[in-house]
Structures are given as C-alpha cells and as structure tokens.
C-alpha cells in the first residue's frame, strides 16, 4: 500500500451532481492519489447504502446487486486505465461505472427511473452505461461482457489506437462457455484485454468451491493468458496488478487476468434482504467486513474530510435525482432503433 | 450486362461493401477460404485484418463483432448453418439487439449477420435445414430474406449500411438462382417489398426462394386466375402498406412461407390482412407443420416444406 501523509493530499474535486448532463462531455475518473481512491471508494459505498434505501422506499422500482464491500476492485482497475480505455460491466456493475467517472447523480437518476439518468431511464441498474467515458455496459447476463470486450479490443487496436479494455465479471462467469470463448479469442489475437474476475466467494448462493473445477487463474493459463491473483479488500494491490496488466496490454504484449479475491457484504441482490437466507455464516460476514478496503486506506487519507463531502454531494445528487422528470409513457418505444419506420404499437391508434 | 449468380451478388456486395469503406469487416468460419461462397476472395483482396477466420466460437465471435461495432466498425458476421442462430440468439437479440434501447440511444449497433443456404439444402438433416427468420421478427431484429441475385445485392449492401443490427437470410432454394444485371446494382432500401407480378384476382406473399416458385405457379394459372405475387423482400420492418395496397384490391389472399406454422411471418401477415382488410374469401397459409423438424430421407425432407402444388390448390380455395 503507497501511503501518503495525512492531510496532505484533498486530491481532485469531486464531481457537480448533475453538472454533466450531455453526452461526450465526461472526463474519467481521476484516481491517481489514495485520496482519490479513498474518496471514490466512500462514494461507491455510500452511493450504494443510498441505493439500497431507495429500493426500500420503493424510489427504485425492482432491485439492485449492491457493490458493498467490492469497491477495491473497481477504484483499483480503474485506477490504472487511461482516458480512452475501455470498461465492460457486470449486473453488479454501479461500482465500476462510478469509478470509470459517471456521474453519481445522473446514476441515481437512472436507478430512479429519470429522463435525464444516464440512459434516460431506459437501462436502470443493470443495463448502466456512459459510452462518452468508454462503458460498454453494465450486463444482465453474466459473463457476456467479456467478448464485448475482446471485439472492442480489437477494432481500436486495428485502427491504431492504444485502447485497453477492462472486462469485469465475477466468479460466477467462470462457468459461462462465452467467457472461456472470450480468453481464447482474445489470447489468439494477442487482444489489449485486462480480464477482472471478482471472486466474492458466491455465484449467487452457489460458493466457488462447490462451483469451479480447476481455478480461475487456471483458465486463464490454458489459454497462455498470464494470471495473478490479488487481495481484492486492498484497492492498491489492484492498482499495482492492474498497472501492470495494462502496461503490457497497451503494449502490445496481449492481454492479462487479474483475479480479485474480495466479498460482498450484502446479499446477492435486493430481493435477498427480506429472504433471511442462511447460506453464509454471519462469523464469515464479520470476518470479512474486518479486512474493509475503506478502513485499510483511511489513515493514509484525510477520511473524516472526504467522508463529509461525499455525503454531501450525494445528498445535492440524491435531491437533484429525485426532481428529475419521469419519461414520457409515449416514448416507451423510442431509441429502439437508428433509423427505420417506428415499430408498430401494440395497439393500432 | 452480366448473368449474375445469387451467391456472386452477395460476394460483389461485400466487396463493394469493403471498398467503400474501411470500417467494414467480415468475420466467421472459414471466411478466409470462402467455404459458404459469399467471402470468396476477399481475404486475398482485404487482408487477414478485415477478413476475420474465427474459432468455432459462435458466441464469443458474435459478441466480439458487436464490441467491435459500438467502437466504430461495421462487421459483418457469416454463419455457414442456419441453426447456428440458436446458439447465438442471445447474443443477437439479447445484447446486440437490445442495446441501443437500454443505453438511451448513446449509441449505433451497425451489425449484420448473413446466413447463405438458411433453409433446407435436401439431406442435411434435422440440425442443418431450419428457416428461422420469424424469431428475428418476433423478437425485433430488422430481417431480409432475399429472392434474387439483384436484391441479395441491393439489400445486403442496405444492411451492411444500416445502424442496427440486420440478420440476411440466404436461402438454399435461392442461392442457384441467376439473373441479368446491368450496371452498378443499387441498394434496395430496408422495408420495402416489390410486386414480382401484377394481378387481380388474389394476392400471393411468398418469401424468399419461393418467389419464383409463386411466380411459376401464377404462370401455371394464367387464364383461369390473375395472380399477383408480392415480395415483402424484409420480413421486419414489414412493408405493410404493399400489403395492404394489393390485398385491398384483390381481396384475396394466400401466404407461401417455407418456415415452421405457428406464429410464423404467414400468420403475422394473415393477422395484419384481416385486421385491416374485408377480405372476400378465408385467407392461407402454405409452410411448414407446426414445430417441423426436417427429417434426413429426401422425401420427407421435402414433403416438410411448403410444395408448389398446395400453393396452387390454395389460391383455387380462396378464388372459388
């Protein structure tokens, strides 16, 4: 861990909720300071504690798969991406679409349903992008980002462009054919690809050990991918892992596989929460939640600062999100296509 | 003039595709050596760059060509087996399809997907004969089926220059079929169906390779009932005022569609005819049985697929 005296270092200002309204205008996230990270971990964090009251009040209709606990993952990759790289999500995606550089009010307006949310309210939580700063999307079907990414991969580096791409999936993708299709394609056309799997322990309730033959950094070998696997709770040994992976990626030298080893603290999504389920002990809980990735970077950092500004742009985001208009009912259809007749309505009018 | 062949038309339109602009790519199986007829030679003329050979990975390759088309390509993705489109529904309809929608619009899928010899090729068996263009419809996809070398040509090049991800449906019945061209072939634009032959008394959609067979069977019954034969040429978006401007004058009307019975593109266009049409006589359908699964002996093979012969007893039913 780069420690960094205390106070020193406030890092970059956050961003302005709902300042950033048009496409093509975003910046990516700047991580380069533990502050940062810091900060984009407690924003991550909160932003989700948030999310997980508003599907309670019904301000989020259906569900949400929170981040908590995962958020060294995605501020550590991110960290160690350039400005024209590239990200592919997972259902469990909010944490890395904040740390790529969204704006956490046009995201909250979109898990609330707003015309003016990062898909104008027609993707919500598991369908979040913002293509100006490089997200290909978060992903309702596990492991499907991965050749997306491949294919991005590709097309920048045969138009000359330095382009990596970070594909994040969890352990749960490492069963999917279409990821294992993914490495292989990526391994044989040397793709600027960096694999993120986040190992949190469970595909859903199913743990690892009762779900993956072999191992993930084994998959990614069979397929001449190198592979390393990192503490997932400690968002530089990400960074350092991911640097590395990048660099040789960008270089040229194909692409890497990082294997994240990190837990969720909350259920698998929403619904879990009123479910009771007992298939992880309250003891592996703690045990866990002891190793927070916020705490470990929070003396390095001035935290109490940071902490106080994160809540109080998400309250600016959260009030900002909630005065935003719903969509109109008769645009349901709209954006379906790029050029074309409308579709037909389902009633003729 | 030149006699231009179905499967040279879609591997001029690929080839003029290419030429006219670089961000346009083709990747597939065996692409490279053009085993299914249409990527002949362009791997000598495009490079191993634009001219993709890829694993048997259907699905990988089918998601990488849309990562590749929401960053600025224009791919177009070959599957030498029409059945092959199961495996990768998924990745058409649920990612490429469903994208631009769930994202607010923030950006193009321009994707193709050509299927030569979709259909039944006589022995192929139950894995390799199926017809599958109503699940695209069904599921919102744009679908071309195609009936000439001029339209092959004209609509695969609409396709490849669309923003949204296209499926073009090759079938084997068609890719024998030659024609007389002259000139630089024009792209036919997406939605637009063509009357093959002008008549009064019913209306014949037939799709795809059974164009000319409605065509011929129009002919057989020359004098005893003017047939008109309407080729929708896109299955979705469908051309639903040609529909409606032929059958609203015959009245009449008769489907001949080689693909599976129930909620397939002869039932959708039967709907829309009665919906909005006072018909004269009860309308037809001449497919595929429900749920067909083509079986291996040529005789059931083809006793599977909709025959010239009920066509011409169809249109005698609904004229009486």
């Known amino acids: 861990m780069t420690a960094e005296p205390a106070g020193t270092d406030r890092g970059t200002a956050a961003p302005v909720a709902g300042a950033r309204r048009a496409a093509g205008e975003a910046t990516p996230a700047d991580l380069s300071t533990p502050a940062d990270r810091y900060r984009m971990m407690r924003l991550i964090r909160e932003f989700d504690t948030l999310a997980l009251e508003w599907v309670r009040t019904g301000e989020i209709p259906g569900g949400i798969h929170p981040y908590i606990g995962q958020e060294a993952v995605a501020v550590g990759v991110c960290a160690a991406l350039g400005p024209g790289d590239r990200i592919t999500s997972t259902h469990r995606g909010h944490g890395h679409v904040l740390a790529r550089g969204a704006d956490p009010a046009r995201l909250l307006a979109e898990l609330a349903g707003r015309e003016s949310g990062l898909n104008r309210g027609r993707g919500g939580s598991m369908h979040a992008a913002d293509l100006s700063l490089g997200i290909l999307g978060a992903n309702g079907i596990v492991g499907a980002g991965a050749a997306i990414a491949v294919g991005a991969a590709w097309a920048a580096r045969r138009s000359g462009r330095d382009t990596v791409v970070a594909s994040f999936f969890g352990d749960g993708a490492l069963n999917q054919g279409v990821l294992l299709e993914a490495l292989n394609l990526a391994s044989i056309h040397r793709a600027p690809v960096v694999f993120v799997c986040e190992n949190n322990g469970y595909a859903t309730t199913l743990p690892v050990a009762a779900a993956v033959g072999g191992s993930a950094v084994g998959r990614a070998a069979a397929f001449g991918i190198p592979a390393v696997t990192v503490d997932g709770m400690d968002a530089d040994a990400v960074r350092e892992a991911a640097e590395e992976a990048v660099a040789r990626a960008r270089s040229c030298g194909g692409p890497g596989f990082v294997e994240c080893l990190t837990y969720r603290y909350e259920g698998h999504h929403t619904m879990e929460r009123r479910m009771r389920l007992t298939y992880r002990s309250p003891e592996e809980v703690a045990a866990w939640r002891a190793r927070d990735p916020l705490e470990r970077l929070r003396p390095a950092v001035p935290a109490a600062e940071i902490d106080a500004e994160v809540a109080a742009l998400l309250e600016r985001a959260a009030a900002w999100a909630l005065s935003e208009p719903r969509p109109d009912p008769a645009e349901a259809g709209a954006y379906l296509y790029a050029g074309g007749p409308p579709p037909r309505p389902g009633v003729p009018v | ?320």
Request: hydrophobic letters at 45%.
């Open chain 2, 1 to 320: 003039m030149t006699w231009l062949s179905y499967t040279k038309a879609l591997n001029r339109a690929l080839g003029d595709a290419m030429a006219a602009d670089p961000a346009v790519c083709v990747l597939g199986e065996d692409v490279g050596a053009g085993m299914a007829g249409p990527t002949l030679g362009l791997q000598a003329r495009f490079g191993t760059d634009r001219v993709l050979d890829m694993p048997l990975s259907e699905q990988a390759f089918t998601s990488f060509a849309l990562g590749a088309a929401l960053t600025g390509m224009r791919p177009v993705v070959e599957f030498q087996i029409p059945s092959l489109l199961f495996l990768v529904f998924e990745q058409i309809v649920n990612q490429a399809h469903k994208f631009r929608l769930m994202t607010g619009g923030q950006a193009r899928v321009p994707l193709t997907f050509l299927v030569p010899g979709s259909g039944s090729r006589l022995g192929w068996a139950g894995q390799h004969s199926d017809h599958p263009y109503a699940l695209f419809v069904h599921a919102g996809v744009k679908t071309v089926v195609p009936a000439s070398p001029a339209d092959a040509y004209g609509l695969l090049r609409a396709a490849v220059e669309d923003d949204d991800p296209v499926v073009v449906f090759a079938p084997a019945g068609a890719m024998g079929a030659r024609e007389d061209v002259t000139g630089q072939l024009p792209p036919v634009p997406l939605g637009s169906a063509r009357v093959r032959r002008a008549g009064e008394d019913v209306t014949v959609v037939a799709v795809g390779h059974l164009v000319a067979e409605a065509l011929q069977v129009a002919d057989d019954l020359d004098g005893e009932v003017s047939v008109e034969v309407l080729d929708p040429r896109t299955l979705h978006p469908f051309d639903w005022a040609a529909l409606r401007a032929s059958v609203g004058r015959t009245r009449r009307l008769v489907v001949y569609d080689d693909a599976n019975r129930g909620c397939g593109v002869a039932a959708e266009v039967v709907a829309v005819a009665a919906e909005e049409v006072a018909l004269l006589a009860p309308p037809r359908r001449v497919t595929r049985p429900d749920g067909a699964v083509l079986p291996f002996a040529p005789d059931l093979d083809r006793a599977s697929q909709p025959q010239p012969h009920q066509l011409r007893d169809a249109v005698r039913a609904v004229v009486k």
